[in-house]
């Protein structure tokens, strides 16, 4: 079978809850509860900045479309934009009464998306700095995905629901059920067609987006799934989960690939590198690891 290829570890001072390439590749940024974000040479194995500014634990982190600007979320109840080049501080965005738990960012970059512990989901204007906050969560929020053509955002949290918004009309169009617990994590596939959600059942479940109804699920992971990716192919999906291990599943074939035991702690964020080829995983155990994925590129096909 293949197997994941350990490239590279970094490391953090505390906990790591997110990581994100930039457009291009060359640049791999993480955020820690140490407050801090770091920008890492993934090819070289080095960081290469160091981001200060945030007053509590950072949980989410985003290059914009063109790399030139950093996003953060922070247990600060704040956002921030960075300058990606030179790592100073450019905006803070304010709104949230308590924790941050999660952020995206849409395609177009035009629009951020925040949620956690005030149960409000808040959509950011980028260019304007004002929000609109969408209500309906009853218990924190985990997790927060645009679609790709930015016209939906699904939500996701400790109230056991994965919920679909309409943001032209800011309004609820779907309460997508089948997770026995908490949802803790969601992703859109590239093409738009699917969602997949992570729960605190250890599931992986899909759903049909014109439909609003399963297609399948994924049993594998023993403890709650913290965190999905899909390739930028749309044909494997990574996980991340409290057992500590790194899942790639064949999306068609319904299917696990490979395992490997990641991390020392949960697995708190993944992501693919746009050329397919790595994932970073980022973890409890306030390490960041690169695998390559070499060995599974005919599996593609």
Known sequence: MPEFKLIHTFKHPNAVYAVAYSPDGKRLASASLDNTIKIWDPAAGQETARLRGHGDGVCGVAFSPDGTKLYSASLDRSLRVWDAANGTLQRTFSGHQNYVECMAMSADGKLLASAGYDLQVRVWNIESGSSTALAGHTEPVYGLAFSPDGKLLASCGNDQTLRLWDLSTNK???????????????????????????????????????????????????????????????????????????????????????????????????????????????SFDRTIKIWGLSEFAELRD
Not at 194 to 206: K, V
Not at 242 to 268: C, F, M, P, S
Request: hydrophobic share 40%.
């Open 172 to 282: 609820q169009v779907a309460d997508l059920k089948g997770h026995q617990g908490a949802v803790q994590c969601v992703a859109f596939s590239p093409d738009g067609k699917t969602l997949a959600s992570g729960g605190s059942d250890s599931e992986i479940r899909f759903w049909n987006i014109a439909t609003a109804g399963p297609i399948a699920t994924l049993a594998g992971h023993t403890k709650l799934v913290k965190c999905l990716a899909y390739s930028p192919d749309g044909k494997l999906v990574a996980s991340g989960s409290g057992d500590a291990t790194v899942r790639l599943w064949d999306v068609r074939k319904e299917i696990a690939l490979a395992t490997v035991a990641a991390h020392g702690n949960t697995v708190y964020g993944v992501a693919f590198s746009p050329d397919g080829m790595t994932i970073a995983s980022a």
